[in-house]
C-alpha cells in the first residue's frame, strides 16, 4: 500500500515471482519508505526480483540523483519511477533519460481531489505541491519521461476502480503511454481502463488479496477484445 | 543432456551500459552460467557473447571506444564465434546510428538505425509487448512458436541494407527489423531476457549455437 495506512502484503520476491510466472506484463516495485531507506537495501530486493522475473521490472520511490538510478539500473531494473525529483530537481529527470533513454523512466504523479481539481503530492505523498498538473506537465516536456503513472492517492488500496477523469487531459498534454495506478478491485475495472485509452493498468491489491491472478484478468480481457500479447 | 553440454566460456559484456542483471539471472535460470566481462582480454577468451545495452547509440560506441573494445568485439566476431546483440546491443552492430548525434558502430550488419517513423499519433518510445513476424528460419529462433509476443523498449529502428539478413519483423506504424544476423551474428531489438518463456527459448538457443546458420 502506498498511502497511509500500509498493508504487509508479504514477500516482494516470492510475490514478484509467481506474477512474472502468471504471464504480468510488467512488474512496478516502489519502495514506500523511499525518502528514510536506504537505497542500498532497497536495490538488493530489485536485484533478487530481478533474478527471477522474466518480465520487464519498473522500480522507484527515494530516487534523487543520477547514481540513486544507477544502483537501480544495475540492479536489474529495466525502468526507474520517479516523482518527487520531478517537481524540483527535472534536471535529474534529464541526467537519467540521457544515460538510458526516455523509455527508461516513468515520471509518476500523485493526487488526490480537492475543491474540483487535482492536488499534487509528492514525497510518497506527505507533501503537497504548490503546482497545478498542468503546469507541472508542461515542466517536464521534453525532459525525457517515456511514460507517466497517474496515481489517483484516494483510489488507491479502495479497489473501488481507477479514476478516469484525467486520463483525457494527460493523454492531449504528453505524448507518452499512460498507465493508470489506484483502485483496481475487479477485472471489470481493467477494461475500463483501456476502453477509456490508458496504455496500462496497474494492480496491487486486485491480486495481492483474494484469489485474482494476472492470467485470469486477461482471460478476462479477451472476452472484451482488449488486446493483449500472444505468447 | 550430454556431460559438459555446458560447459562454455559465456560472456555478457557489461561495460555500465545497463541491465546485465536481468539477463544474468535469465541465463542462470536456464542453467548457463555467465560471466561479466569489461576487457578486450575476456572478449577474446569468451566463446559466446552477449552484448546487452539500454541507452544511446552515440554513448554506447564512445563507451566502447574508450574502453577499446571496438576492435575487440569485430575480432571476436571474425572468429565465427556466436554473438548475440540485444535491443540497443543489437542497434551497435549497424554500420551507422543517428542516435545522440550520429555514431558509426560496429559495422557487423550492414545498416543504419534511424528514429521509429512510426506515425501520427503513434506514441514514442515503443514500449510493450508485440509480435515478431519470423521471415526465415534461424537457429536462435528454433522451438519457439511464430508470431508470438516479445518485449519491446525502443524509439530507434534497424535498417537493414539487406534483406535476407532480416530474420524477423514487428510492426508499430511501421514495419521494422525485429531480428537481424549475418553468419555468426545476430541482433534481436525486442529483450529475451524480459519475455518470459519464449525469450528464454531464444537465449537458451543462443548457448547451445555454433555460430553457424
Known amino acids: 500500500m502506498r498511502f497511509d495506512p500500509g498493508r504487509d502484503v508479504g514477500d516482494p520476491i516470492k510475490s514478484s515471482q509467481v506474477y512474472s510466472d502468471q504471464d504480468a506484463d510488467e512488474l512496478i516495485l516502489l519502495n514506500i519508505g523511499g525518502m528514510k531507506e536506504d537505497l542500498q537495501l532497497f536495490s538488493q530486493t530489485v536485484r533478487e526480483i530481478a533474478a527471477c522475473c522474466f518480465v520487464p521490472l519498473s522500480v522507484g520511490g527515494g530516487i534523487r540523483s543520477l547514481q540513486d538510478a544507477d544502483t537501480l539500473f544495475s540492479a536489474g531494473a529495466d525502468k526507474v519511477v520517479v516523482n518527487t525529483a520531478a517537481y524540483h530537481e527535472t534536471n535529474i529527470v534529464t541526467e537519467i533519460s540521457q544515460k538510458y533513454g526516455t523509455q527508461a523512466i516513468i515520471i509518476s504523479i500523485d493526487y488526490r481531489w480537492s475543491d474540483g481539481g487535482p492536488r499534487l503530492f509528492s514525497h510518497g505523498g506527505s507533501k503537497e505541491e504548490n503546482i497545478t498538473l498542468k503546469k507541472h506537465l508542461e515542466n517536464i516536456a521534453g525532459k525525457g519521461a517515456g511514460e507517466i503513472m497517474l496515481q489517483s492517492m484516494e483510489r488507491d488500496g479502495s479497489m473501488k476502480g481507477y479514476d478516469l477523469e484525467l486520463l483525457q487531459t494527460v493523454a492531449a498534454m504528453v505524448p507518452a503511454p499512460i498507465i493508470l495506478a489506484g483502485g483496481a478491485g475487479n477485472f471489470f475495472h481493467l477494461v475500463e481502463a483501456f476502453q477509456s485509452g490508458a496504455d496500462g493498468a496497474a494492480c496491487g491489491s486486485l491480486f495481492n488479496f483474494g484469489d485474482n491472478n494476472p492470467l485470469r484478468a486477461k482471460a478476462f480481457l479477451k472476452n472484451y477484445k482488449i488486446p493483449l500479447k500472444t505468447i | ?213
Open chain 2, 1 to 213: 543432456m550430454v556431460s559438459g553440454e555446458k560447459s562454455i566460456n559465456l560472456a555478457i559484456l557489461d561495460v555500465g551500459l545497463g541491465n546485465t542483471g536481468s539477463l544474468k539471472g535469465a541465463l542462470e535460470s536456464l542453467g548457463w552460467d555467465p560471466l561479466l566481462v569489461s576487457t578486450p582480454r575476456e572478449i577474446t577468451n569468451a566463446s559466446h557473447l552477449l552484448l546487452p545495452g539500454v541507452g544511446s547509440f552515440r554513448a554506447a560506441m564512445l563507451r566502447l571506444k574508450q574502453a577499446g573494445l571496438v576492435e575487440a568485439i569485430r575480432g571476436y566476431a571474425q572468429t565465427g564465434r556466436p554473438l548475440l546483440g540485444i535491443c540497443l546491443g543489437m542497434q551497435i552492430l549497424a554500420s551507422w546510428g543517428a542516435e545522440g548525434g550520429g555514431k558509426e558502430g560496429l559495422n557487423l550488419i550492414s545498416g543504419k538505425v534511424l528514429p521509429l517513423q512510426a506515425g501520427a499519433g503513434i506514441r514514442i518510445p515503443h514500449v510493450g509487448w508485440n509480435t515478431v513476424y519470423l521471415q526465415s528460419k534461424h537457429p536462435l529462433f528454433d522451438d519457439t512458436k511464430n508470431e508470438v509476443d516479445y518485449y519491446f523498449v525502443h524509439s530507434f529502428a534497424f535498417e537493414a541494407e539487406k534483406k535476407n539478413q532480416v530474420y524477423s519483423e514487428t510492426v508499430y506504424g511501421v514495419r521494422f527489423p525485429s531480428a537481424v544476423g549475418r553468419e555468426n551474428v545476430f541482433g534481436v531489438q525486442f529483450h529475451p531476457e524480459k519475455s518470459q518463456k519464449n525469450g528464454l527459448q531464444i537465449l537458451d538457443n543462443f548457448c547451445r549455437w555454433d555460430g553457424s546458420c
